[in-house]
């Protein structure tokens, strides 16, 4: 695996010219010890790729991509590219079918069993699919001409949790996987005793989760690595920094309002090249601590009674057992 500088994206998204799978993520905090969870989606059309772009604004010259309104895919719209959207077949789009399946539905179906084989143990995975209103699944058995407007995606989604900051960087570096962290920025800040991820006390109950701008991306460099290398990928010349975009990021404090942060993987470091950092703040209230109720004096005095009365009635019992 080659260092691939998040920046390579840049050309290719600013000239319109080649489609990548958009990645999103929203990370909940729901404790002052840092406790939270993360839900990382990848969404790709049935051919395989989309276009993608966080807002309208920053590339004013492509008015052809997928617009992303949700962290989860939830709501998407799509704007078809000029020359047509095709639902492109498996063999002229990016999937083989190394086994004969009989449909390009089973190809998928199929695929995504070996892409869910790449995420770690302790990692859930779920995969989705979302389609148009009069998307029909034969239009993947057939090449459709340009007046074809339908579409479909699956959405790959992997959620893990944790308990404080420590194990947030634990898992997450066992998502990335060895090879991929190596290489990775997030490597080079842990070497010079740099947290790539932090939660810090504001006070008033206020919290700041801090992380590094490109932990997304390569949460799902690793895992992307492995299936563009595996034999159900037509590879074509496609390398893994530009197979997906990460999109945006959504943070939930706490009881405060969820941030988003759009994330266009052009600018992953500051001008003096150290790494650029993302953060979210918000207000988490401690549990209310149970106090224990306080015992009924009424009845521990009849209790107190009670066992007096019977150790009263024990002791006579020896004592006229004794004088008989």
Not at 122 to 151: C, H, K, R
Not at 220 to 226: E, P, Y
Not at 295 to 302: G, K, L
């Amino acid at each position: 695996m080659n260092k691939k500088r998040i920046t390579a994206l840049a050309a290719c998204l600013l000239l319109a010219g080649c489609q990548v799978a958009p990645v999103n993520a929203t990370t909940t905090i729901t404790s002052q010890e840092g406790a939270g969870t993360k839900k990382i989606s990848l969404l790709a059309l049935v051919d395989g790729s989309a276009q993608i772009t966080p807002d309208a604004e920053s590339f004013p010259n492509n008015a052809n991509y997928f617009y992303i309104e949700d962290a989860d895919f939830s709501n998407v719209t799509f704007t078809p590219k000029a020359d047509g959207a095709k639902a492109k077949l498996y063999h002229d789009g990016y999937l083989t079918n190394p086994n004969g399946k009989a449909t390009v539905k089973e190809v998928w179906e199929e695929f995504t069993t070996v892409v869910e084989s790449y995420i770690p143990e302790g990692f859930e995975f779920t995969a989705t699919t979302i389609q148009s209103e009069n998307w029909d699944d034969a239009y993947m058995e057939t090449v459709p001409g340009p007046e074809v407007l339908e579409w479909k995606a699956y959405v790959y989604s992997v959620t893990y949790s944790w308990a404080n900051v420590e194990e947030y960087i634990t898992k997450t570096k066992a998502l990335i996987g060895a090879e991929a962290y190596e290489v990775s920025e997030l490597k080079e800040l842990e070497d010079a005793g740099t947290p790539w991820a932090t939660f810090t006390n504001n006070g008033d109950n206020t919290y700041t989760w801090r992380e590094a701008y490109s932990i997304n991306y390569w949460s799902v460099f690793g895992i992307a690595d492995k299936v563009l290398a595996s034999e159900y990928f037509n590879k074509n010349g496609i390398n893994t920094s530009d197979a997906f975009s990460v999109a945006l990021q959504e943070f939930k404090i706490g009881e405060s309002e969820a941030e988003i942060v759009k994330v266009d993987n052009l600018n992953s470091s500051n001008e003096d090249l150290t790494p650029k950092f993302i953060e979210a703040t918000g207000t988490i209230t401690p549990a209310p601590v149970e106090t224990p109720e306080a015992p009924n004096n009424t009845t521990t005095v009849i209790i107190i009674v009670a066992a007096a009365a019977v150790v009263l009635a024990a002791g006579l019992f020896f004592i006229l057992r004794k004088k008989k």
